[in-house]
Nanobody, 122 residues
């Protein structure tokens, strides 16, 4: 089992920055690719970013490319999502997830955190 706990969400104005963290415990963190997803009210959960096991490869949704950066610290069992130039349309609950391979599809991830709310006002 892997337990994931997100933190760092909040309320901020458009154009601001925020860093989300996802702390993992349980089985070996470095064995998993880590993804960030988000879900806005009335919408499906969507892919945001993913990073491979050693942090050498990252992929982003087109909607966040150039604004968000995913990173990980395997020594701290933590994955981060640095979000810059935030827009109102980034408002959502953000989830981190652990999976055995790099993938954009939520159904392919085995473990999920409880989510953290990010609200961006215009």
């Amino acid at each position: 089992q892997v337990q994931l706990v997100e933190s760092g969400g909040g309320l901020l104005q458009a154009g601001g920055s925020l860093r989300l963290s996802c702390a993992a415990s349980g089985r070996t963190f470095s064995s998993y690719a880590m993804g960030w997803f988000r879900q806005a009210p009335g919408k499906e959960r969507e892919f945001v970013a993913v990073i491979n096991r050693n942090g050498g490869s990252t992929f982003y949704a087109d909607s966040v490319k150039g604004r968000f950066t995913i990173s990980r610290d395997n020594a701290k069992n933590t994955v981060y999502l640095h979000m810059n130039s935030l827009k109102p349309e980034d408002t959502a609950v953000y989830y981190c997830a652990a999976g055995v391979r790099v993938t954009f599809y939520p159904s392919n991830y085995e473990y999920w955190g409880q989510g953290t709310q990010v609200t961006v006002s215009s």
